[in-house]
């Protein structure tokens, strides 16, 4: 498979404080890959320093070959790299059409995004039926899709979802996973996965990484760390994620 997106010993952080301490990982085309881990243990931190949102102080990531440590947030995404924030963070006082057009700001052919836009609609009823409605009106499930929806706007190779399951109803939490599985069957998307709960995302997942206290002290493929799940519960998570 062809590697996509590289991470080597990298460390990050916000100011004097370092999260991340040399953490190196790999995802390749086409894979579904799971970043495992409680809360604190710098999941969000390595999400937002892909994207250029927290600049790294040492290591190298690199997207097709191309290295982007050192890039602006918005020229990484026209490389064809997404982040859906923790939170959903939809703008709550614009329409949902509205929040959808944001998506693409960094895109220029103004008809393909209108195609775009049309498709998704048609694809997601529930968008259509409140595409005038302000988006902090909608269920935090319906908000979860909106924001989803609005990254695939960008139209990237690869979207970055960092706990999209946080604070969902359990059948909410049933649709975002089968969403984020079609992201990958039907759309080729390539997808960094990070999420505390261990048995759902290993049920979609191609592989998977445990990241504790800053550093990687797991992987393998999904199958592999499904046989040992209750262990990186107990070990990393604290016992009794699900």
Do not use: W
Request: some cysteine.
């Amino acid at each position: 498979m062809t590697e996509l997106l590289k991470v080597e010993g990298l460390e990050s952080g916000y100011g004097p404080i370092r999260v991340l301490h040399g953490t190196s990982m790999r995802v390749d085309e086409g894979e579904v890959v799971a970043v495992l881990g409680a809360n604190g243990a710098g999941k969000s931190t390595l999400m937002k320093s892909v994207v250029g949102l927290i600049r790294p102080t040492a290591g190298s990531i690199a997207f097709r070959g191309k290295a982007i440590q050192s890039l602006p947030t918005e020229e990484i995404v026209r490389l064809g790299l997404t982040l859906v924030p923790e939170g959903r963070h939809a703008f709550a006082k614009l329409s949902v059409v509205d929040n959808l057009r944001m998506g693409a700001y960094a895109r220029r052919d103004r008809t393909a995004v209108s195609n775009q836009l049309d498709e998704l609609l048609e694809r997601f009823p529930i968008l259509a039926e409140r595409r005038d409605q302000r988006a902090g009106t909608l269920s935090g499930g319906e908000q979860q899709q909106l924001v989803i929806c609005r990254a695939l706007m960008s139209k990237p190779s690869m979207i970055l979802l960092d706990e999209p399951s946080l604070g969902l109803a359990p059948v909410m939490m049933d649709n975002v996973f089968e969403f984020v599985g079609e992201l990958r069957d039907r759309d080729g998307l390539t997808v960094l996965l990070v999420e505390q709960s261990v048995s759902r995302a290993l049920e979609i997942a191609d592989r998977a990484y445990v990241l504790a206290g800053g550093k990687f002290t797991a992987s393998g493929t999904a199958a592999e760390m499904a046989a040992t799940g209750h262990e990186i519960e107990d070990s990393y998570l604290g016992g009794g994620t699900q």
